[in-house]
Nanobody, 121 residues
Framework: QVQLVESGGGLVQPGGSLRLSCVAS????????WGWYRQAPGKERELVAS???????DYRDSAKGRFAISSDNAKNMVYLQMNGLSPEDTAVYYC???????????????WGQGTQVTVSS
């Protein structure tokens, strides 16, 4: 069984910063790709940033220049540094990973439970 647990969400004022963390635990052989998604009330879940095992990074346009994704493969962790936050960034942020479990050939997608980020004065 693989679990992803996010942390680091909270309430921050506009222009502030937060650093989200996500750790994957279980019988993990490798992780091919990490992603941070978010879902605001009444809206669809959207990809914010991703990083694959080669270090290739993608951001949605609204995150470019403000957010930074990084990973620590030895710890099975991924981070999202968010700067210059605005009320439009308010959402539940979810961690996502493509995981190969020990003894398995295939990769499967796993999700965390989400962490709330609220940007408000």
């Amino acid at each position: 069984q693989v679990q992803l647990v996010e942390s680091g969400g909270g309430l921050v004022q506009p222009g502030g910063s937060l650093r989200l963390s996500c750790v994957a635990s279980g019988s993990i052989s490798s992780i091919s790709i990490w992603g941070w998604y978010r879902q605001a009330p009444g809206k669809e879940r959207e990809l914010v940033a991703s990083i694959n095992y080669l270090g290739h990074i993608d951001y949605r346009d609204s995150a470019k220049g403000r957010f930074a994704i990084s990973s620590d493969n030895a710890k099975n962790m991924v981070y999202l540094q968010m700067n210059g936050l605005s009320p439009e960034d308010t959402a539940v942020y979810y961690c996502n990973a493509g995981v190969q479990q020990s003894g398995s050939y295939y990769y499967f997608t796993h999700w965390g439970q989400g962490t709330q980020v609220t940007v408000s004065s």
